[in-house]
């Protein structure tokens, strides 16, 4: 399954997303959903202690000026890897 973020960690319950995951799930932060990657954030914590891969839109990130602040435990992907992500996960839940 992939799951998108596009809304931030306290906006949303992030919490419902994190019982629901299994191994082999990625989950894909983008606009205002990146936030949820700063490093040493609630959310970040709890995201790496997660069965997720983590991954987090290039520009989205670049855009809100957080390159320097995101947890290094997410990859930081491209459009084009987005739509590598689709391809990988048929199922998808926008979150």
């Not at 992030?14 to 959903?33: E, K």
């Not at 997410?74 to 590598?84: K, N």
């Amino acid at each position: 399954m992939l799951y998108t973020l596009s809304r931030s960690p306290y906006a949303c319950d992030l919490a419902a997303l994190l019982r629901i995951a299994q191994h082999g799930d990625d989950l894909l932060l983008l606009s205002d959903g990146v936030i949820a990657g700063l490093t040493g954030s609630p959310a970040a914590c709890a995201l790496g202690a997660s069965p997720l891969t983590l991954h987090a839109l290039e520009n989205d990130i670049v855009a809100r000026g957080l390159s320097a602040h995101l947890s290094p435990n997410i990859a930081i992907i491209s459009y084009t890897d987005f739509v590598r992500l689709t391809e990988k996960q048929p199922q998808q839940m926008a979150w």
